[in-house]
């Protein structure tokens, strides 16, 4: 399977949704550079996600940043000796103090995250959305920018319903359902026009909303 690794990947893939649809040719110019973002696939990485769940990037970064200090290095042993008043004090809430117990002893009991990026789209989301609290959203991201999956499109992501809506001139921000359908015509390349709209976004309302996988 192809995978998205280098930003020579990410040109390519825009020359390509400019054939597919003429449309995006002038939404990539309004975009200016559109970010390649990958991430070394494992734990940090997919708690760095769930942190961000439902945030601004700020508030993820901060929390994160302070999960990341008192649990150095962050791993699932670490997360789980520190438990639930450590990820409090770092300023994380109990649904995602739940998600992360989940997924760290899921992880220490045999689950890997970094083969999971080798499957096809389907059986890694499945393996993924079975974890307690991880929802298709964060299961995308991380197939995106941790395992380079070339054709995934967040079509729950409000900053990407807003942008398709303001570029493609629909006069509303589609819903999920509906913004699937649209990104249909861009497969295999859904990925990047994933990448293209959080580009396109940033470009017209003065906000990065292209989720940021990081490690502490």
């Known amino acids: 399977?192809?995978?998205?690794?280098?930003?020579?990947?990410?040109?390519?893939?825009?020359?390509?949704?400019?054939?597919?649809?003429?449309?995006?040719?002038?939404?990539?110019?309004?975009?200016?550079?559109?970010?390649?973002?990958?991430?070394?696939?494992?734990?940090?990485?997919?708690?760095?996600?769930?942190?961000?769940?439902?945030?601004?990037?700020?508030?993820?970064?901060?929390?994160?940043?302070?999960?990341?200090?008192?649990?150095?290095?962050?791993?699932?042993?670490?997360?789980?000796?520190?438990?639930?008043?450590?990820?409090?004090?770092?300023?994380?809430?109990g649904p995602k103090i739940r998600t992360l117990l989940a997924v760290a002893a899921a992880t220490r009991d045999g689950l890997d995250l970094e083969e999971l990026c080798g499957l096809e789209p389907g059986e890694a989301m499945a393996r993924l959305v079975a974890l307690p609290g991880i929802g298709p959203w964060t299961a995308e991201i991380y197939l995106l920018f941790c395992a380079g999956h070339p054709d995934i499109f967040p079509a729950k992501d409000i900053a990407l319903q807003a942008a398709v809506g303001d570029a493609l001139r629909l006069g509303h921000r589609p819903q999920p359902a509906a913004l699937s359908e649209i990104a249909e015509s861009w497969s295999p390349w859904r990925g990047v026009a994933a990448r293209l709209f959080w580009a396109y976004y940033r470009a017209t309302r003065g906000r990065d909303a292209m989720p940021t996988v990081t490690n502490p």
Do not use: C, H, K, N
């Not at 930003?7 to 390519?12: A, G, S």
């Not at 990037?57 to 042993?77: H, K, N």
């Open 1 to 93: 399977m192809r995978r998205i690794t280098t930003l020579d990947d990410v040109d390519e893939g825009l020359d390509a949704l400019a054939r597919l649809d003429p449309r995006l040719a002038a939404v990539r110019a309004a975009a200016g550079d559109v970010p390649l973002r990958l991430s070394e696939p494992g734990f940090a990485s997919l708690a760095s996600i769930v942190v961000s769940q439902q945030v601004s990037t700020a508030s993820a970064r901060a929390i994160y940043g302070r999960l990341g200090a008192l649990l150095d290095p962050l791993t699932p042993e670490a997360l789980l000796a520190g438990g639930e008043p450590v990820m409090r004090q770092a300023g994380l809430s």
